[in-house]
């Protein structure tokens, strides 16, 4: 079945270092909506990508989906103790209705 | 943004008993719910989808008769797990979408933790 991977699983950074988590389909997606989860939280709607080669960008947040719609990334510049979290990302293949949620990629900032 | 609750937050239960957890759109109608659940320190695993007025869509592996869900109006979804066992204890959070199209934005509930003794 498809499947949604994401990497690192974990990342432990300095407050202020750059990071970037990676999500990777097995197949082609429609689209890819990013989510984040604070430690005890529920999932909280970050973006959607909808284009090949979207980039979008909120704040330190930047957004990236493939040319072939395969693939994303999320990469958050300067980190705060804010972002700590896990970041989900979530694709819905063609056809579907339903969004696969991938592995996640549990953030942790060191102050 | 759009609201959901669920309730309860958390609920322990005895093996063998059922409960029942709610899903609720409080600002908006949700034409679609998602149920999903999620072990600790792992991603979450869509069990079903319910669209109000019809029976729900599980996904491979869940047990329907287990895991009753109705959608009987656009503002309450519900999941009952039946005769509960320790295993089925687990985080469960639903989510709802204001339209069929997929490219709706969908929100989450809080979650309820569910722990079976």
């Known amino acids: 079945g498809q499947q949604v991977m994401q990497i690192p699983q974990y990342q432990h950074v300095q407050e202020g270092e750059d990071f970037t988590t990676y999500c990777n389909s097995s197949?082609?997606?429609?689209?890819i909506q990013w989510y984040k989860q604070r430690p005890g939280g529920h999932p909280v709607f970050l973006i959607q990508?909808?284009?090949?080669?979207e980039v979008k960008k909120q704040k330190r947040l930047t957004f990236q989906f493939g040319e072939a719609k395969k693939n994303s990334s999320l990469h958050i510049t300067a980190t705060q103790t804010t972002d700590v979290g896990t970041y989900f990302c979530?694709?819905?293949?063609?056809?579907?209705?339903?969004?696969?949620f991938g592995t996640g990629t549990r953030l942790k900032v060191l102050a | 943004g759009a609201v959901v609750s669920q309730h309860p937050s958390r609920v322990i239960c005895k093996s063998g008993t059922s409960v029942k957890i709610e899903c609720r759109s409080l600002?908006?109608?949700?034409?679609?719910m998602f149920w999903y659940r999620q072990f600790p320190k792992q991603s979450l695993m869509l069990m079903a989808t319910?669209?109000?007025?019809?029976?729900?869509?599980?996904e491979q592996g869940v047990e329907k008769d287990k895991f009753l869900i109705n959608h009987a109006s656009l503002t309450l979804s519900t999941l009952t797990v039946t005769s509960a066992h320790p295993e089925d204890s687990s985080f469960y959070i639903c989510?709802?979408?204001?339209?069929?199209?997929?490219?709706?934005?969908?929100?989450f509930g809080p979650g309820t933790r569910l722990t079976v003794t």
């Open positions: 989510s709802a979408r204001g339209g069929q199209d997929p490219f709706y934005e969908q929100y």
């Open positions: 197949t082609t997606l429609s689209n």
């Open positions: 990508l909808v284009k090949s080669g």
């Open positions: 979530a694709g819905l293949t063609s056809g579907t209705y339903k969004y696969i």
């Open positions: 600002d908006f109608q949700a034409t679609t």
């Open positions: 319910s669209n109000e007025g019809s029976k729900a869509t599980y």
